[in-house]
């Protein structure tokens, strides 16, 4: 009997960054996300298959078992907290920082100093929870499930916790990052139960991509040697 296997993904850029990992462990998917609005997309191997779902319920369909693997950021795994999650690799892909951002001209360090509550927006309440007590700070969270950028413009708070990659989209409005509070990645995450009983099939998976994102990051790295090299 053909046991399928079913690997959950979020479209946009984890779709993106894991397809050459995909390629290197041999699995093509049959069609673009982008251009498709199914759910489920098949691949070049009949016992293969990628179901799409927001970045933020790639833990949960693993968790349950719905899906066999997934790759979801370290971001959305601190939230979920990672029950029933087997986490082998850390991918590398989808790189970004948590941050604590503030408008330009807030003094956040003079805040903090003052012992002042503030409050603070963001979609990562567990992680912005921890941030703040660990620094012994109180803080009102408010939650939002999007655009975090908006809140400090209109008063809704003083700061916010977000994910910064480039920087463009605080520059573009008038936001600073004063706080770093964790280096993201995404990580490769396995259903307990189906490592166990697919182990001849995920197996193999967990090793191709941790070759192939080790190939990765020694490429980034010469490629940075280089550059330092030039400079
Ligand atoms: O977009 P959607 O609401 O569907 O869901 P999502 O935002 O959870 O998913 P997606 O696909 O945008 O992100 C998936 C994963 O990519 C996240 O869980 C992170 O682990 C990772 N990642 C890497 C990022 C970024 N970089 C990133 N820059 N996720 C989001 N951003 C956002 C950030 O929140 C901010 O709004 O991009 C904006 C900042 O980007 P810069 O380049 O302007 O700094
Ligand atoms: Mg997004």
């Known amino acids: 009997m053909m046991t399928t296997l079913t690997i959950a993904l979020s479209k946009g850029r984890i779709f993106d960054e894991t397809l050459p990992l995909l390629a290197a462990a041999g699995v093509v998917p049959a069609e673009d996300p982008e251009r498709s609005r199914k759910l489920i997309l098949g691949t070049n191997r009949a016992d293969t298959r990628i179901v799409l779902v927001r970045a933020t319920d ?3 369909y693993v968790q349950y078992g719905a899906a066999d693997l997934g790759i979801a950021g370290k971001d959305v795994l601190a939230e979920h ?9 850390d991918l590398g892909i989808a790189r970004c920082r948590m941050m ?14 003052r012992g002042a ?23 009102d969270l408010i939650k939002l499930y999007g655009s975090m950028e908006l809140a400090p413009l209109v008063g809704l708070a003083d700061a916010i916790v977000d994910l910064v990659s480039t920087g463009s989209t605080l520059k573009a409005n008038d936001l600073v990052a004063v706080e770093h509070i964790a280096d ?7 259903n307990q139960a189906a490592l166990k009983l697919k182990h001849e099939r995920v197996q193999p998976l967990i ?5 192939a994102s080790r190939a990765d990051a020694a490429t980034q790295a010469s490629q940075a040697g280089k550059r330092r090299a030039r400079s």
């Open 100 to 113: 604590v951002a503030v408008r330009a001209g807030f003094d956040y360090d003079a805040a903090v100093r």
């Open 207 to 211: 090793e191709a991509f941790g070759r």
């Open 184 to 190: 993201i990645s995404a990580r490769l995450v396995v």
């Open 117 to 139: 509550r503030i409050k603070v927006a963001t979609k990562y309440v567990g992680t912005a929870r921890e941030h703040f007590a660990s620094k012994g700070m109180h803080v």
């Open 58 to 60: 790639v833990p949960t």
């Open 81 to 89: 907290g990672g029950e029933g999650l087997y986490q082998p690799l």
